[in-house]
């Protein structure tokens, strides 16, 4: 090597190095979250849903998935329509729709689709959250900075369970499905604590309808018990004679021993001769 002419290699030719990893730009990324569904990476189009982990979701493609019965594992724990909620954001006056729908050609630059309607910051800029009364969707920066009971956008009442945040960090989701677990499994309890009580209701009423139909059966004997005791001593009653039959030549004498009104025959005097 050297002095024949040729090049002197250098170290990076002769080593071989391990390509760095690709990563995506977190930016990048966020704005992806907030712009496509979670489920089917279309476009995020209204009418938009959100579950209780906080991602969203095109309402038209979890309908299709359910009646196929074909929600991913992953998304196993949408169960029905009642386990999504519809939010309502702010459209971005600023996005401009150039047709785009695949994610590769997503422009982080341009497509942001939505914005604060208090501060007006654009989604993936911070973090949002949906409140459960009416769904509406403000930056936590406004709720934190205009503190209220009342939606700021249609004045519902709303408490502190009823803020979902939205698109929570990876370090969350573990937390939120734990915490939505255990809610399901008190929500059963619950339930199953509710179908008891309800049933041990119909249980005494029936029991008290038996004892009253019961009194009522009773009641009905005893008034035909009565009735028809009442009914045998009107039945007259026929009593033979023990007394002799009373005919011809001694009707007479059988008479005179209960009247004095019969005459008695004059006695006879006999003399002797």
């Not at 992806?32 to 991602?55: D, H, K």
Request: glycine share 6%; net charge positive.
């Amino acid at each position: 090597m050297g002095c024949d002419g040729g090049s002197i290699p250098m170290r990076v030719e002769l080593v071989k190095m391990k390509p760095k990893e690709e990563r995506a730009d977190p930016a990048e990324v966020e704005k992806i979250r907030w712009t496509y569904c979670a489920i089917s990476n279309e476009r995020l189009t209204p009418p938009i849903v959100s579950c209780e982990l906080g991602f969203l979701y095109n309402k038209e493609v979890i309908i299709r998935l359910l009646l196929d019965k074909s929600i991913p594992k992953d998304f196993a724990h949408i169960r029905g329509l009642k386990d999504v909620r519809e939010v309502h954001f702010k459209p971005n006056p600023n996005f401009q729709d150039t047709g785009k729908s695949s994610v590769h050609t997503f422009d982080p630059a341009t497509d942001a689709l939505f914005v604060c309607p208090i501060s007006g910051l654009e989604v993936g800029k911070g973090r949002f959250s949906a409140l459960r009364t009416c769904g509406h969707v403000f930056s936590d920066k406004s709720l934190r900075e205009c503190p209220s009971a009342e939606c700021l956008e249609c004045g519902v009442p709303f408490a502190k369970d009823d803020v979902v945040v939205l698109n929570p960090r990876d370090t969350e989701v573990d937390e939120l499905r734990s915490a939505l677990d255990a809610r399901r499994q008190a929500e059963k309890l619950v339930a199953k604590e509710k179908k008891k009580e309800k049933q041990r209701s119909k249980d005494a009423v029936k029991l008290a309808d038996e004892k009253k139909e019961s009194g009522k059966r009773k009641l009905e004997e005893t008034s035909a018990g009565s009735s028809k005791r009442a009914g045998t001593s009107h039945i007259p009653i026929k009593v033979a004679s023990s007394s002799p039959a009373v005919t011809g030549s001694t009707s007479e004498t059988y008479k005179s021993l209960f009247t004095s009104s019969v005459k008695k025959p004059a006695m006879q005097l006999f003399t002797a001769t």
